[in-house]
């Protein structure tokens, strides 16, 4: 569905990325891991169009495209909320724009309900929680019909409960619904449980360090003995990464 070859970008002398590469394919589930600062954000806004690449190609469904404006839902990892509408008009935005019909209303309700925000739809964005500003934001990219959707940390403000909930709810965006899901997260254990390909990356420039590919069929559980023990290795790798580079 997507493919992207040796994508460079650079700030000023700061390198990003000099030759990243992706596939996606139609229908699955990648997760992005990586320390703090190694471009996983930056890749995402290239991607869609936000901030100009330098170099590289994307190809989306078999053509080349210069990026993926109005081809992907895009969750960024700023919640973005404007705060003078309340939150269901901050949902409801890219259907006020599009022109508002009975089933955006109707699905931007049901979202609320399912993400547990129902009762808060009156409320603006400064007299609510992290947690449910992030789910909020969750809503309006779900708002968008795209099959591709490119999610930026989209449950790193939430508690552990309602971050279960959430997890469940986007493996049925995946199974059920037929997204095709891109997340980044710094949870490894959230993307063992959702993912069906694994990329660590390590930082300047940001590449692939490892690829991994679970062997559990979902929904998986936490405590599955390959998921704890892929999880240690994969720490212990990152863990070696960052002891490298502060030597
Ligand atoms: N607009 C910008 N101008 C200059 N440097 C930037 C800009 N955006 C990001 N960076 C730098 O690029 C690097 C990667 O940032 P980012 O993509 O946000 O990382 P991540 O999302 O993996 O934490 C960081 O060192 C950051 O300071
Ligand atoms: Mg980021």
Redesign the pocket.
Same mark, same amino acid.
């Given at each position: 569905m997507l493919c992207v070859t040796n994508l460079k970008k650079s700030?000023?002398s700061?390198v +990003?990325f000099d030759g990243f590469s992706l596939t996606v394919p139609r229908g699955s589930f990648t997760a992005l891991v990586?320390?703090?600062?190694?471009?996983?954000?930056?890749?995402f806004d290239v991607l869609t169009g936000i +901030?100009p690449k330098d170099g590289g190609d994307i190809t989306w469904r078999g053509d080349a495209v210069p990026h993926l404006r109005g081809k992907a839902a895009y969750m960024q990892?700023k919640d973005l909320l404007l705060p003078w509408l309340s939150l269901i008009e901050n949902a409801l935005l890219p259907a006020i724009i599009a022109g508002m019909t009975p089933y955006a209303q109707a699905k931007a309700r049901a979202l609320f309900t399912r993400l547990g925000l129902s009762g808060f739809e009156e409320y603006i964005p400064g007299r609510v929680s992290g947690g449910m500003r992030q789910r909020c934001a969750l809503v309006r990219t779900l708002m968008f019909e795209h099959e591709l959707v490119l999610l930026?940390e989209p449950l790193s403000a939430l508690d552990a409960i309602t971050r279960r909930s959430l997890q469940s709810l986007l493996l049925l965006l995946q199974i059920e619904f037929g997204k095709t899901i891109v997340m980044?997260t710094h949870d490894v254990e959230e993307a063992l449980l959702l993912a069906d390909e694994v990329l660590v990356l390590s930082r300047f420039p940001m590449s692939v360090r490892e690829r991994y590919v679970p062997g559990t069929p979902k929904p998986r559980r936490g405590d599955d003995p390959e998921l704890l023990k892929t999880k240690e290795q994969l720490f212990y790798g990152m863990e070696q990464e960052v002891v490298r580079e502060a030597i």
């Open positions: 700030f000023n700061l +990003v990586g320390p703090s600062g190694c471009g996983k954000s930056t890749f +901030v990892q930026d980044i």
